[in-house]
T-cell receptor
Framework: GAGVSQTPSNKVTEKGKYVELRCDPI?????LYWYRQSLGQGPEFLIY????????DSGLPNDRFFAVRPEGSVSTLKIQRTERGDSAVYLC?????????????????FGPGTRLTVL | GDSVTQMEGPVTLSEEAFLTINCTYT??????LFWYVQYPGEGLQLLLK?????DKGSNKGFEATYRKETTSFHLEKGSVQVSDSAVYFC?????????????FGTGTKLQVIP
């Protein structure tokens, strides 16, 4: 079946502009995560949704970053007044959201990412 | 806070050589441990995992054992192939309370030459 998809695959923007990055999770997955991967680094957690609500947004670096998931499926990561330091690959992952066993069996499936370049 | 430390790359091996990529972690509680792989031009894929001490995760000839006493989860493969060339990430996730945030290491690039 279809995996996690992200659009666009590449986004080039100018400093100060606003961007939106989209994530389509695996159908039926209630949990959705955003990560940011800078060059030569591992992915860093940004935000976690369980259903429509952001259960943990502690990884968002500042108030220029915001994410929504209004219907509990597709999510959009929004970045205002972009800065050159925001350049990175933004990864989305989804999981079934199984919590009955403390999440032991709840595997996260990653999308291919959106490469954001801020000039 | 929680952290994962893995050996720096790149690691270059000849085909059929033995592979070890070291990974150690720092975390409170009882995390689950993972190895993810990122092939060129592709997204992150779960390679293997272990959810409690002494568990061994294995997949595609790779294996790693959850060692609580040394807080380690080293990745091994007995005979690597050119197709194993990729970036490998060690990661942890807390096992209790439904806490879902995954903490990744910085990645180790493996290049296997024929």
């Amino acid at each position: 079946g279809a995996g996690v998809s992200q659009t666009p695959s590449n986004k080039v923007t100018e400093k100060g502009k606003y961007v939106e990055l989209r994530c389509d999770p695996i159908s039926g997955h209630t949990a959705l995560y955003w990560y940011r991967q800078s060059l030569g680094q591992g992915p860093e957690f940004l935000i976690y949704f369980q259903g429509t609500g952001a259960a943990d947004d502690s990884g968002l670096p500042n108030d220029r970053f915001f994410a929504v998931r209004p219907e509990g499926s597709v999510s959009t990561l929004k970045i205002q007044r972009t800065e050159r330091g925001d350049s990175a690959v933004y990864l989305c992952a989804s999981s079934a959201g199984l919590a009955g066993d403390g999440g032991h069996t709840d595997t996260q499936y990653f999308g291919p990412g959106t490469r954001l370049t801020v000039l | 806070g929680d952290s994962v430390t893995q050996m720096e790359g790149p690691v270059t091996l000849s085909e059929e050589a033995f592979l070890t990529i070291n990974c150690t972690y720092t975390a409170t509680g009882y995390p689950s441990l993972f190895w993810y792989v990122q092939y060129p031009g592709e997204g992150l894929q779960l390679l293997l995992k272990a959810t409690k001490a002494d568990d061994k995760g294995s997949n595609k000839g790779f294996e790693a054992t959850y060692r609580k006493e040394t807080t380690s989860f080293h990745l091994e493969k007995g005979s690597v192939q050119v197709s194993d060339s990729a970036v490998y990430f060690c990661a942890l996730r807390k096992a209790s309370g439904g806490y879902q945030k995954v903490t990744f290491g910085t990645g180790t690039k493996l290049q296997v030459i024929p």
